[in-house]
């Protein structure tokens, strides 16, 4: 394929951005510009000759601008295949000249959702002409070079300037490339609006995804695996996703997913006291409240220091400098905040490969929205577990009722097993996970291997009895049998909250009410596999 020269280009931007600068250097290389609206007056401002789009059809824009590109003259100029002799004939009967140059940006329809306009102004910027034309000059990219971004405007020139106002093959190939998926991705924004605002859907018969592509990364779970990281076009939220990394190494696929999991599980407490969870392959290992921040991770890293080492932290507070000086102690992959001070960063700044992500912020954990797994052949879509456990939803099946003390350790156990991958365990005293039990095939192994853990932390600080000892525990789902109640006895839990609903429920209540426990259920679970 050879290069196409530029006699000829069409312009219409919502984004003017680079426009004037882009228009002097196409001036500059004698290509004659057809523009449209705004386009073009933002063009002749600035004293550059440019044609209206109603010169080169011969119709003026109409209804109120919704008809203006939709023409023979404008789709035949990008269509026709210039080698094509039928082509050439159409085009010279028909008094067609050829367009060699798109230059679009779509109608901002997801800004205008966006800033809550009504119905009809968000109708009225879905745009019509503009997808059409991109879709002309991409189909015939041969010949015809299409732009939809304006940070591709300095790339355009440049190829221009190189090659004396021509543009290579690959160039076009590529920008066609770029085209297509802008104008799908606009689509899906569309689409998705309809179903899910206009219409209520959630789950409707398609669905589509728009995202974009923010960086490659080093590798995937595993080095022979390749990734990247993508976002929504129009961000729901602000996650680690849109974080801004202050210092450290390039973020691996792990980092993410497991910062991630810190960033959702610290949320739950965003309107808490000073809050801290450390998190280990998407799990935690420890979770505290405190006074302050020092406190709560002094506390959280005692529940298993042996996972935390080169584990993700996320708080729930601005970092201040004497937390950032206790992390620092230790290796740590990731710190994620949504603040910190000038303190912390230069408490931080002495570990390079540190990394830190300020997040401006905390996702409501409450909030709606859906999770996506993909299985072969397929894709799984689910709400997103936001649910909540209040006191008043909690049924006491024991004969004797939780203390205050109790209760609140019981709430803040179920909290954190949502977080835990299934079966999960928790135990919690005052505000601090004692032990964590994740990921077994059984709960009974879950509950004892959380008591192990809580057991060696006591050893390791030389603390006369277990964190477990008089401890709340929580099960993210009920308790088959009661040998895994049993389990939460012998570490020496005095309280369980879990979901019920066990064909066993009797029992296990029985095993409770013989050791003197009390026990509530939540009739909610939460499974996290």
């Known amino acids: 394929m050879t290069d196409v020269k530029i006699g000829r280009a069409l312009l219409s931007v919502s984004d003017k951005t680079g426009l004037v600068e882009l228009g002097q250097a196409l001036a500059r290389h004698g290509v004659a510009l057809v523009s449209t609206g705004g386009t073009a007056k933002a063009l002749r401002d600035a004293g550059l000759d440019v044609a209206d789009i109603s010169d080169l059809t011969g119709f003026p824009e109409m209804m109120d601008g919704r008809v203006k590109t939709l023409h023979p003259k404008v789709h035949g100029g990008l269509l026709a295949v210039r080698g094509n002799a039928e082509h050439v004939g159409s085009m010279r009967e028909h008094e067609i000249e050829p367009i060699d140059l798109v230059v679009v940006n779509l109608y901002p329809f997801a800004q205008t959702v966006a800033k809550g306009a009504d119905r009809d102004e968000i109708i009225e910027n879905i745009d019509i002409g503009g997808p059409s034309m991109v879709r002309s000059a991409a189909k015939n990219h041969e010949s015809v070079t299409i732009v939809t971004d304006p940070a591709d405007y300095t790339r355009l020139i440049e190829e221009m ?26 689509d899906g924004m569309i689409a998705a609006w309809f179903a899910k605002v206009d219409q209520g859907v959630d789950y409707p018969e398609s669905r589509s995804m728009p995202t974009k592509l923010v960086s490659m990364l080093r590798y995937g779970e595993n080095p022979h695996q390749r990734a990247a ?12 996703g849109q974080a801004v990394q202050v210092q450290g190494k390039e973020l691996s696929y792990n980092n ?24 280990k392959h998407a799990n935690p290992c420890g979770v505290a409240t405190g006074e302050t921040l020092a406190e709560a991770y002094r506390n959280a890293l005692e529940c298993d220091s042996v996972s935390a080492f ?9 970092l201040d400098g004497p937390t950032a000086e206790a992390i620092t102690e230790i290796f740590t992959e990731v710190v994620v905040a949504p603040g910190a001070d000038e303190a912390a960063k230069a408490a931080f700044a002495k570990k390079k490969n540190l990394r830190l992500l300020l997040t401006n912020g905390l996702p409501d954990p409450a909030r709606a ?24 939803m909690l049924k006491v099946v024991t004969k004797r009722a939780p203390t205050e003390q109790e209760l609140k350790d019981c709430l803040f156990a179920w909290t954190v097993a949502k977080h835990v991958k299934s079966n999960a365990i928790v135990y919690a005293k005052d505000g601090v996970t004692a032990g964590i039990g994740a990921g077994q095939m059984n709960r009974r192994d879950s509950s004892r291997i959380a008591a192990a853990k809580a057991k060696e932390a006591a050893e ?5 009895a277990s964190r477990t000892v008089g401890s709340s525990v929580a099960s993210d789902a009920f308790f088959p049998f009661a040998d895994g109640l049993l389990a939460a006895v012998e570490a020496g839990a005095t309280a369980v909250i879990q979901p019920g609903g066990s064909m ?26």
């Open 161 to 186: 300037d190189a090659k004396g106002g021509a543009t290579s093959y690959d160039f076009r190939r590529l920008c066609a490339a770029k085209a297509y998926a802008a104008t799908a991705a606009y």
């Open 369 to 392: 929205g859906q999770t996506t797994k993909i299985i072969a052949g397929g894709a799984l879509v689910q709400d997103r577990d936001n649910g909540v456990v209040t006191r008043d």
């Open 460 to 464: 390791t600080y030389g603390w006369a």
């Open 504 to 529: 066993r429920d009797e029992e296990v209540i029985k095993a409770a009410d013989d050791a003197g426990l009390a026990m509530v259920f939540t009739g909610m679970r939460h499974f996290r596999h």
């Open 229 to 240: 990281l993508y976002v929504p076009q129009v961000p729901a939220v602000q996650g680690i």
């Open 256 to 279: 993410y997913n497991d910062a991630d999991a810190a960033l959702e599980l610290v949320s739950e407490f965003r309107d808490g006291p000073p809050t801290v969870v450390i998190v």
């Open 310 to 318: 080169g584990g993700i932290i996320a708080v729930n507070r601005p």
